[in-house]
């Protein structure tokens, strides 16, 4: 398995552009998620899904869109880049394990993001 | 104030020394899960805890619940240590997997 992948590694914008972030998972996870993670400040939740054709909004959602067509994918979109989406991005899936394992978290290697 | 908070926010050790890593929270919670972030960025998920006590090599980590307290703890540490080590609880009534995060704990061990 390749557990949950993300491309690119590494982007540079320019302000007002757009381009989305690919997040894929081949462990039939239910359950998917993005974080972003700033310096200061611990990971936060932009959008996650608890299936294909289901998304929500987490806490910091303004200036991202998703969507969720299979249960591998879950791509997140940046409508218009700005300055303040400048992060690192991580897409992350998981799965009930049970009593012993509750919600087992899986996290890609994340997406550096630079906007200017 | 934050949901989830750590400490300490840095921690330098030399080898061999036990180290502790503190987390306190404010919600009420179904889990708590440590999570342990390379150098490198990746990040993995070290323990998943509702209650009590659980040992992984020379990583332990405990709960109590009526405080809204965990710990996580390092014996004999290992320059490969190194990380930052992060909290994460989940938010009883929350969506499944939903995580609210403490800004972590960065450990430095020193050979």
Same mark, same amino acid.
């Given at each position: ?29 239910? *359950?998917? $998620?993005?974080y972003r993670q700033d310096p200061g400040m611990g990971l936060r939740l932009i959008h996650y899904s608890v ?5 929500d909004q987490g806490e910091v959602p303004n200036g991202y869109n998703v969507s969720r067509s299979t249960t ?7 409508? $218009? ?7 690192? *991005?991580?897409?992350? $899936? $998981? *799965?009930?394990?049970?009593a012993e394992k509750g919600n087992e978290q899986f996290f890609g290697p994340g997406t550096r993001l630079t906007?200017? | 104030?934050?949901?989830?908070? /750590? ?6 050790? /030399? ?21 342990? /972030? ?5 990040? +993995? ?20 619940? /009526? ?8 014996? &004999? ?5 190194? &990380?930052?080590?992060?909290? &994460? +609880? ?18 430095? +061990?020193?050979?």
């Amino acid at each position: 398995n390749a557990g949950v992948t993300q491309t690119p590694k590494f982007q540079v914008l320019k302000t007002g552009q757009s381009m989305t972030l690919q997040c894929a998972q081949d462990m039939n996870h239910e *359950y998917m $998620s993005w974080y972003r993670q700033d310096p200061g400040m611990g990971l936060r939740l932009i959008h996650y899904s608890v299936g294909a054709g289901i998304t929500d909004q987490g806490e910091v959602p303004n200036g991202y869109n998703v969507s969720r067509s299979t249960t591998e994918d879950f791509p997140l979109r940046l409508l $218009s880049a700005a300055p303040s989406q400048t992060s690192v *991005y991580f897409c992350a $899936s $998981s *799965y009930w394990g049970g009593a012993e394992k509750g919600n087992e978290q899986f996290f890609g290697p994340g997406t550096r993001l630079t906007v200017l | 104030k934050n949901e989830v908070e /750590q400490s300490p926010q840095n921690l330098t050790a /030399q080898e061999g020394e036990f180290i502790t890593i503190n987390c306190s929270y404010s919600v009420g919670i179904s889990a708590l899960h440590w999570l342990q /972030q390379h150098p490198g960025g990746g990040i +993995v998920s070290l323990f998943m805890l509702s209650s009590g006590k659980k040992k992984h090599g020379r990583l332990i980590a405990t709960i109590n619940i /009526q405080e809204k307290h965990s710990s996580l703890h390092i014996t &004999a540490s290992h320059p490969r240590d190194s &990380a930052v080590y992060i909290c &994460a +609880v989940e938010n009883y009534g929350g969506s499944q997997g939903n995580l609210i995060f403490g800004k972590g704990t960065k450990l430095s +061990v020193k050979p």
